[in-house]
Structures are given as C-alpha cells and as structure tokens.
C-alpha cells in the first residue's frame, strides 16, 4: 500500500485552499459584478457613479495606509453603497425638485436597505456596515446612527467624501453638475462637520491632476461632468 508523505500531504492540502480561495475570490467579485450591474438597470448614472467611486476611493485609502481588508471592504462599499436604493420608489428617486419631509425620509432609508442585503452574504458583513454609515457626518448629525468623528467606520467616511464630491461634479438629467473648483470649495467648507478634514484633505491632494484619467476610466469625461 502507498504511503504519502507528510510533505505530499500537507502540498495537497495547500492546494485544496488554494483552490477554494480561489473560488471564494471568483465568487465575490461575480457578486459584486451583478450588484453593480442591478444599479444599472435601476439607474445608469448610479452605476457609473460607482465606478468613479471604487477609483478614488481605492486611492484614498492607500494614501491613508489601510490594510488589505479594509481596502477590499473599501472597494466593496464604494461600489456598493447605492444597492439599498433599489428599493426607492423611481418617482422620487428621479424626482428633479426638492423632495417632501416624507420622501426624503425614504430616501436616508437606503443605506439600511442595501446593509439589511449584504450582511446575508458571507465576506459581506463589514462591508455592510460601512455602507450603512456611508451618510454619518463627523459632527454626529448624519444618519441612521448619528455617530461622530471616529465613531463612524474609516471607509464610511472615506466613502461619504468621495459621494458627495462627486454628486456635486456629475450632471444630471435635471441639473448640470457644479464646476470643479466650487466643489471643491463646498468639500473644503464642510470639512469638519459633515466630512472627515483627514480624508477630504488626502481626496484633494490628487482630485483635480486625476480628473480626467478616473472620469475617462469611468467612460465619462471631465468636460460633461463638469
């Protein structure tokens, strides 16, 4: 009878983790694919919003020193972070005024939408909450939780700088997006209140030279966002 060796052994068992790393890895960027794609068909503007986001924000994160897990969840939830709108009734989520007290209350009920989805993943659940903090503001007045400066998750706030920036810069159907340099100006001025002043100063330092290499990656261009 064949006897394998320890050293046999223990390569094959190397292996079968290697394998099912591997498959895990396949299977987590095939979720985030058809998500992303979901926010497609609900909204195209959203989906490539998105984009733009996992590229700054992945950007970001590196300058600021996160580990590999923290940048994965990072990618996750800048991809992400709009899935609970999918479950925003269209007419007030393309709604082109100002939304009623009521519909605006749905509408900050979208980051509890898309964490109450991804926590039901495995390899999801922190990315999860990020998302669901992705609107907490340093000064404590965002929501769902009201938490404050480093209460709320790095990537929440990492996440909420680069929303909003880009928001402010991207046109839409029924307003056309602000200049570059007053968006820049309005990110600057809520710095220490709604935004991290760390995160907004690290996005700043490369924002405006980057542009046009993150819009054109995102199939977009800086002369039509802007």
Request: hydrophobic share 45%; net charge negative.
């Amino acid at each position: 009878m064949l006897t394998l060796s320890p050293a046999v052994i223990e390569a094959a068992e190397s292996l079968k983790v290697k394998q099912v790393e591997e498959q895990v890895s396949a299977l987590r960027t095939s979720v985030i694919c058809a998500f992303n794609q979901l926010l497609d068909l609900k909204d195209l503007n959203t989906g490539v919003h998105s984009t733009r986001l996992a590229e700054w924000g992945m950007r970001v994160g590196q300058e600021l020193g996160l580990e590999e897990p923290a940048l994965q969840n990072l990618e996750i939830a800048a991809l992400l972070h709009d899935i609970g709108k999918v479950g925003i009734p269209d007419a007030i989520l393309r709604k082109p005024g100002k939304l009623e007290p009521d519909e605006y209350a749905l509408m900050k009920k979208h980051p509890e939408y898309g964490w109450a989805v991804l926590r039901m993943l495995p390899g999801f659940e922190r990315a999860a909450l990020d998302i669901l903090h992705h609107h907490e503001n340093f000064d404590g007045k965002g929501y769902p939780a009201g938490l404050k400066e480093t209460e709320v998750p790095v990537v929440s706030r990492i996440v909420s700088v680069i929303d909003a920036f880009d928001a402010m810069v991207s046109s839409r159907p029924y307003r056309k997006g602000l200049p570059f340099e007053e968006a820049v100006r309005r990110l600057i001025l809520a710095s220490g209140t709604q935004f991290d002043p760390v995160v907004v100063q690290c996005f700043l330092s490369f924002a405006q030279t980057e542009m046009a290499g993150v819009f054109a990656a995102a199939g977009t261009s800086v002369s039509s966002a802007l």
